[in-house]
């Protein structure tokens, strides 16, 4: 029989690289799903929301000017990482969701595997999105695809783990930052995820986790003129119609919120959401106006 | 006020004559400025620090804003400095942000003197003053008639403030009178015709006691503001010495009834860490150097944190550095 006492974790933000505390100074409660206590999480403020943003375009350069190549390693790093923490994962995932051991096993192998799966997709989805495009002229016309930038993220309420992975991976994969706001009611996960991040070689700042109320934090984002993209997921039917208003002020991409099987195949459409198109007109030197000379 | 207090303090008249007798040879330069009190570095830092703390908001931040705005010298020193881009940051003082033509301009540009000429070109008819760093900035290692040449150039080419260098080799090795008289000389160069700025890189001077006698120096020998660094060395402007400053201009005014500006330069980057300079300055000078003819900013990205924050205030969104220029 032991008799040391225990020692709990202080959740903390992870912005930047760093586990900040709130700037607010301020926490809630977290509790199961049956309602007891189970840590304080960090209850973010707009000015958290601000840094993060902040941290995240910071991270752009580096981040979507490294190789595509590199960025898979990286990925593939994580899913490294969390196969080390794997129990860790389960228990935070079982206890957030409700879930038996077997399911929250079935969740968590599931993000591990989904990060690699988008680390191999890395150096791929150019490949898909861009390419030669005919025209009638005498010019090689190519398009190619780019990272939007900073992406904001309202992590799904109800899939802690498996959700929240489904929207980070795609996102970054194709060289974008982002600010992640976790799940409200089962934010510890997601607060862990950034522990696992900050060991695996991806940037500090290319990911950022805020938790908090998601009503409070998602307008400033929407509405921040250097965020470039914000993806709704984990907002209601009533908080992402106002978020979309807000976010319609500089023109930022918004994915709405949609009915998603997060066990399902994710396909590439939450990586192409947050890609832009650019198309290079070059003569090919032919006089011909059309056709070719060759 | 909880700070320092220099010994030489109550009694201006008697201290006055005194004050005289202190440049009058090199060994009673050396007596007055160590026996200027020695400075409590822990409490001057804690004192900065506390200042730090102060919370300003909304039309206390507005204000604040738009006071750091206008005591701002936009300044570009680098070998790579192109007219364009002097015309572009002279362009830039006059109208900071062309969203918004409430935003007040800065209060100089600060460029070397070869650009002097360019910058005014494009400032001609504004307010907005054309500073000049001389004497062979950022090292001040030239002969005396170098330096004096350097800045007979910028106000020739019309500058209407000089930024100088002191010769911090002299100063080090002890040799105060040199670095007098060099100021005395360059002021004499400047005459009316502009505002002398007396830098004394404060990173390299190893101590707040050095300082505070650097402080001294420029103030007898003319200075119109003392400036802390050329924000070409590791360790700028920073809370704790500015306030240092701010203190011996307090005591020079109590003594000789004479104002003198401070400027900290290099290093400050954001509103808040601007803000914080401006309690520092309402707490130990007080409002008489709440204005740009007392008190001024050497930066340059300092000025696009300030229109995103202002943005902020009147927006109520967020602003981001693809609403302001690249510099």
């Known amino acids: 029989m032991s008799d040391r006492l225990s020692v709990f974790k202080t959740y903390k933000l992870f912005v930047g690289g760093k586990f900040p505390r709130s700037e607010s100074g301020r926490v809630y409660e977290v509790t199961d799903s049956k309602g007891n206590w189970l840590a304080n999480a960090p209850l973010s403020s707009r000015k958290d929301a601000r840094d993060a943003v902040v941290a995240a375009r910071k991270a752009v350069g580096g981040w979507s000017g490294a190789t595509a190549y590199n960025r898979g390693q990286v990925l593939y790093r994580v899913a490294e990482m969390l196969e080390g923490r794997r129990d860790q994962f389960v228990a935070e995932v079982a206890e957030a969701e409700g879930l038996t051991k077997a399911k929250a096993v079935a969740q968590v192998d599931a993000a591990i595997d989904r990060w690699v799966w988008y680390a191999g997709w890395t150096d791929k989805i150019g490949q898909i999105t ?14 190619s695809t780019e990272p939007t930038g900073v992406v904001a993220v309202l ?7 498996l959700g929240l992975v489904s929207v980070i991976a795609p996102a970054i994969a194709t060289g974008n930052t982002v600010v992640v706001v976790a799940s409200e009611k089962a934010p510890l996960p997601a607060l862990s995820l950034g522990e696992v991040l900050a060991t695996s070689d991806v940037p500090g700042g290319v990911v950022n986790v805020l938790s908090g109320r998601t009503a409070e934090i998602a307008p400033s984002l929407a509405a921040h003129q250097d965020v470039n993209a914000i993806d709704l997921a984990g907002a209601d039917a009533g908080l992402a119609k106002e978020l979309e208003i ?13 009915a998603v099987d997060w066990a399902a195949a994710p396909g590439t459409d939450r990586m192409t959401a947050f890609l832009e198109t650019r198309t290079v007109w070059h003569p090919t030197g032919s006089l011909g106006a059309g056709g070719s000379s060759y | 006020m909880p700070t320092t207090v220099p010994a030489h303090g109550n009694d201006a008249a008697g201290r006055l004559k005194e004050l005289a007798d202190a440049t009058a040879s090199d060994s009673a330069l050396r007596r007055f400025l160590h026996g200027l009190p020695g400075v409590d570095a822990v409490g001057l830092e804690a004192r900065a620090a506390s200042l730090g703390t102060r919370s300003i908001k909304t039309t206390a931040k507005a204000y604040a804003i738009d006071l750091a705005i206008s005591m701002i010298d936009l300044t570009t020193l680098e070998g790579a400095d192109t007219p364009g881009k002097v015309r572009a940051l002279a362009a830039k003082a006059a109208n900071p942000d062309p969203t918004d033509r409430t935003t007040p301009r800065t209060a100089a540009v600060c460029v070397y003197p070869d650009m002097v000429a360019t910058a005014k070109a494009v400032l001609a008819g504004t307010d907005v003053k054309v500073a000049s760093v001389a004497t062979a900035f950022p090292a001040g290692r030239a002969a005396l008639p170098v330096k004096l040449a350097d800045t007979r150039d910028a106000i020739e080419a019309g500058a209407d403030e000089i930024d100088m260098v002191i010769d911090r080799g002299a100063f080090l090795a002890g040799r105060y009178m040199d670095v007098l008289e060099e100021i005395r000389a360059v002021k004499a160069e400047c005459g009316d ?10 990173g390299e001077l190893s101590t707040y006691d050095n300082i505070r006698r650097a402080s001294w120096i420029g103030m007898l020998a003319g200075a119109d503001f003392i400036k802390t660094s050329t924000g070409k060395v590791a360790v700028n402007a920073t809370p704790a010495n500015t306030l240092l400053m701010l203190e011996a201009v307090r005591d020079f005014r109590a003594l000789t009834g004479v104002q003198v500006g401070v400027k900290p330069a290099g290093g400050i980057r954001t509103t808040k860490d601007a803000i914080k300079f401006l309690v520092l300055v309402n707490e130990t000078v007080g409002e008489d150097w709440l204005d740009n003819t007392w008190f001024r900013f050497g930066a340059s990205s300092l000025l696009n944190d300030l229109l995103m924050q202002r943005q902020k205030l009147s927006t109520g969104r967020y602003s981001g550095p693809d609403y302001v220029t690249v510099d």
């Open chain 1, 130 to 143: 861009g390419g030669t495009n005919p025209v009638a002229g005498p010019f090689f016309n190519v398009s």
């Open chain 1, 155 to 161: 992590a799904p309420q109800e899939s802690s783990f």
């Open chain 1, 246 to 258: 807000a976010a319609a002020d500089n023109l930022k991409r918004v994915l709405r919120p949609q």
């Open chain 2, 193 to 202: 015709k502009a505002r002398l700025k007396v830098i004394f890189e404060t």
